[in-house]
């Protein structure tokens, strides 16, 4: 005879109908889909353990006492309490299919299955889909544009043919369907709830049995058993351990979307991206209409890829033409102190334009402005200058800015600035369709190039006729018929082809 859980006497030799039951939180919760799970004589609901600490809603780090200030973010007045007075047992799930199995012989049948969202981009980026049975984390800044993204993502899978639930925590239901209509993704298969509570989300899941949710946002969602606000570090925790384990149990696909802090990291702990199984930025400035998809983590395939989009009335398109938004003069112009070069941003290549204007300065210090580039890698390259080049630019003002307001961080820009700086300084225009590759060393080195065979090709398809770089052999080999390419070893070898331009 073994006994359950209800102290009911169950016969070994006897079949029993039992109930299938699985802990999906600390309360048990029961799905009614699931069979094959037998009940244990083990308590699914640990002791209860009373506990207070510290932590920073900014970026969960964790402390025995209130400090007015976090010691790794530094943010102030952040740090609050969080009462840990809850369930601390785990239940145990007694089934077959959950039991040790040999590697050698799980099928590799369903790992090639992948879930179409009718974004090409996104799904290219994903490995060719969303893998059945993940948690996808979507993060970006508020007004991006990612509820707008996963109602695209929404819509299409559900004209696709599968059931999607979309939990809208933050918004309306009325705000959706308005936002819905516009883009035309309204669809029979498409439902909506606003449920703020993750026991009660998981209720509507079981009920009605989707393909996909999408939780719009992790940090509006609350967990009844923790005191703290939603949002809070252990509230977001204890939010997608429910979600994870309730994926995993039913196959059930799962798209988060996440905020982000002031800072631009992920709101919430850290372990927040360690739980999920890919992690994508949605990145984009409110005044532009471009928006790009960073794969920061990927489980089912490859990182570091990135989707530029385009902003539109109808919703988020793949950007074709990319340079027409970096680039604001024309790129066949013969200009002074305006340079162009070829800007790797994770795999994605577009021509970037350097602006830059020299003058007499006019009071006490000469001044440095920079904007679109790190204002110390602008004092390193001036420093560089005046040392090697015999420029001095200590009685002169010093503007550098990169079109259109964009962030430029490629360091292969550097011997373009440069150019840009002689050009500007001589007052000589720099001729047109050539272009200047190169990171300049501290001591007036220029490195190899990276990626050269993105770049080159990119200079090739605008029509550049001239490129001046520290090449290798092979890359000469492969583009010498193709564009005209001048080698340059150190910072003075450019101010002697400056010179001779």
């Not at 359950?4 to 919760?29: E, M, R, Y």
């Not at 001589?426 to 060393?441: C, M, Q, W």
């Given at each position: 005879?073994?006994?359950?859980?209800?102290?009911?006497?169950?016969d070994?030799?006897?079949?029993?109908?039992v109930?299938?039951?699985?802990a999906?939180?600390?309360?048990?919760?029961?799905?009614a889909?699931?069979?094959g799970?037998i009940?244990?004589?083990?308590?699914?609901?640990g002791?209860?353990?009373?506990?207070?600490?510290?932590?920073?809603?900014?970026?969960?780090?964790?402390?025995?006492?209130?400090?007015?200030?976090?010691?790794?973010?530094?943010?102030?007045?952040?740090?609050i309490?969080v009462?840990?007075?809850?369930?601390?047992?785990?239940?145990?799930i007694?089934s077959p299919?959950?039991?040790a199995?040999?590697?050698s012989?799980?099928?590799?049948?369903?790992s090639?299955?992948?879930?179409?969202?009718?974004?090409?981009a996104?799904d290219?980026?994903?490995g060719?889909?969303?893998?059945?049975?993940?948690?996808?984390?979507?993060?970006?800044?508020?007004?991006?544009g990612?509820?707008?993204?996963?109602?695209?993502?929404?819509?299409?899978?559900a004209?696709?043919?599968?059931?999607?639930?979309?939990v809208?925590?933050?918004?309306?239901?009325?705000?959706?369907?308005s936002?819905?209509?516009?883009?035309?993704?309204?669809?029979?298969?498409?439902?909506?709830?606003?449920?703020?509570?993750?026991?009660?989300?998981?209720?509507?899941?079981?009920?009605?049995?989707?393909?996909?949710?999408?939780?719009d946002?992790?940090?509006?969602?609350?967990?009844?058993?923790?005191?703290?606000?939603p949002?809070?570090?252990?509230q977001v925790r204890a939010?997608?351990?429910e979600?994870?384990?309730?994926?995993r149990?039913?196959?059930?696909?799962?798209?988060?979307?996440?905020?982000?802090?002031?800072?631009?990291?992920?709101?919430?702990?850290?372990?927040?991206?360690?739980?999920?199984?890919?992690?994508v930025?949605?990145?984009?400035?409110?005044?532009?209409?471009?928006?790009t998809?960073?794969?920061?983590?990927?489980?089912?395939?490859?990182?570091?890829?990135?989707?530029?989009?385009?902003?539109?009335?109808?919703?988020?398109?793949?950007?074709?033409?990319?340079?027409?938004?970096?680039?604001e003069?024309?790129?066949?112009?013969?200009?002074?102190?305006?340079?162009?070069?070829p800007?790797?941003?994770?795999?994605?290549?577009h021509i970037?334009?350097?602006q830059?204007?020299v003058s007499?300065?006019?009071?006490?210090n000469?001044?440095?402005?920079?904007e679109?580039?790190?204002?110390?890698r602008?004092l390193?390259?001036?420093?560089?200058?005046e040392?090697?080049?015999?420029?001095k630019?200590?009685?002169?003002?010093?503007f550098?800015?990169?079109s259109?307001?964009?962030?430029?961080?490629?360091?292969?820009?550097?011997?373009?600035?440069?150019?840009?700086?002689l050009?500007?300084?001589?007052?000589k225009?720099?001729?047109r369709g050539t272009?200047?590759?190169?990171?300049?060393?501290?001591?007036?080195?220029?490195?190899p190039?990276?990626?050269?065979?993105?770049?080159?090709?990119?200079?090739?398809?605008?029509?550049?006729?001239t490129?001046?770089?520290?090449?290798?052999?092979?890359?000469?080999?492969?583009?010498?018929?193709?564009?005209?390419?001048?080698?340059?070893?150190?910072?003075?070898?450019?101010?002697?082809?400056?010179?001779?331009?």
């Amino acid at each position: 005879m073994l006994t359950n859980n209800n102290s009911k006497a169950v016969d070994c030799g006897q079949t029993t109908s039992v109930d299938p039951v699985v802990a999906l939180s600390n309360k048990s919760i029961e799905l009614a889909n699931f069979e094959g799970f037998i009940q244990t004589d083990r308590p699914l609901i640990g002791k209860t353990v009373a506990k207070k600490r510290y932590e920073c809603s900014n970026c969960g780090q964790v402390t025995n006492k209130w400090i007015g200030q976090c010691n790794i973010c530094k943010d102030w007045n952040s740090i609050i309490e969080v009462d840990l007075t809850h369930n601390s047992g785990v239940s145990t799930i007694n089934s077959p299919g959950y039991r040790a199995q040999k590697l050698s012989h799980i099928s590799m049948e369903d790992s090639s299955t992948r879930i179409k969202t009718g974004f090409s981009a996104y799904d290219e980026l994903m490995g060719g889909g969303l893998m059945p049975g993940s948690v996808n984390l979507l993060g970006g800044e508020p007004g991006s544009g990612k509820s707008t993204f996963t109602l695209q993502l929404a819509g299409g899978m559900a004209h696709a043919g599968l059931k999607v639930l979309m939990v809208s925590a933050e918004e309306s239901i009325m705000q959706v369907k308005s936002r819905a209509c516009r883009l035309g993704v309204v669809s029979e298969n498409l439902w909506i709830t606003p449920e703020t509570d993750i026991e009660k989300i998981i209720t509507e899941v079981q009920d009605l049995s989707p393909d996909v949710v999408i939780v719009d946002s992790i940090q509006t969602v609350g967990h009844c058993q923790i005191s703290s606000f939603p949002g809070s570090p252990p509230q977001v925790r204890a939010v997608t351990f429910e979600i994870i384990n309730l994926a995993r149990l039913t196959g059930l696909t799962v798209l988060i979307v996440g905020q982000v802090t002031k800072d631009g990291y992920l709101a919430g702990p850290k372990v927040l991206e360690h739980m999920v199984d890919s992690v994508v930025m949605f990145n984009g400035d409110r005044a532009s209409m471009l928006r790009t998809l960073v794969v920061i983590k990927n489980r089912f395939g490859s990182c570091d890829e990135i989707a530029v989009l385009e902003m539109t009335s109808k919703g988020l398109n793949l950007a074709k033409d990319l340079n027409r938004y970096f680039v604001e003069s024309d790129l066949y112009s013969q200009m002074v102190g305006t340079c162009f070069v070829p800007t790797v941003e994770m795999q994605q290549v577009h021509i970037s334009e350097i602006q830059t204007l020299v003058s007499k300065f006019s009071g006490q210090n000469p001044r440095r402005v920079a904007e679109g580039i790190d204002s110390g890698r602008l004092l390193i390259l001036v420093a560089t200058l005046e040392k090697y080049c015999n420029i001095k630019f200590s009685d002169r003002d010093i503007f550098l800015s990169v079109s259109k307001n964009n962030k430029m961080a490629d360091k292969v820009a550097d011997l373009s600035i440069c150019t840009a700086l002689l050009s500007s300084f001589l007052n000589k225009p720099i001729p047109r369709g050539t272009a200047f590759l190169g990171e300049v060393s501290l001591n007036g080195n220029i490195k190899p190039i990276t990626m050269a065979k993105k770049r080159l090709n990119e200079l090739h398809k605008l029509h550049f006729e001239t490129v001046l770089g520290n090449f290798s052999e092979n890359d000469f080999k492969l583009y010498k018929n193709q564009i005209g390419m001048i080698k340059v070893d150190r910072i003075t070898d450019l101010n002697k082809a400056f010179m001779g331009l």
